[in-house]
């Protein structure tokens, strides 16, 4: 998973993510990772529009995000 983490600090990419929220719960979100720690990283959370911390080991999955059209053509994302 640092691969990706790494690539996408470069490239400026957005990633979506999954993982296990400070409450235990599973949540989703499109992330912008800034830096790559040991155990988290920093990146700016595109859902609440601000700066977050994630902890690496509540981190389920990143994969490069996609942008999605409803069936009018409208973009979201």
């Not at 996408?8 to 979100?29: H, P, T």
């Not at 720690?37 to 529009?49: E, N, P, Q, T, Y």
């Amino acid at each position: 998973m640092n691969g990706i983490m790494d690539r996408a600090v470069i490239s400026k990419q957005r990633l979506e993510m999954v993982y296990i929220s400070s409450n235990g719960d599973m949540s989703q979100g499109v992330v912008r990772i800034l830096e790559v720690r040991k155990d988290s990283i920093l990146a700016f959370c595109l859902v609440r529009r601000k700066v977050r911390t994630f902890k690496l080991e509540n981190i389920l999955s990143l994969f490069p995000y996609k942008f999605k059209k409803n069936m009018e053509g409208v973009a979201h994302g």
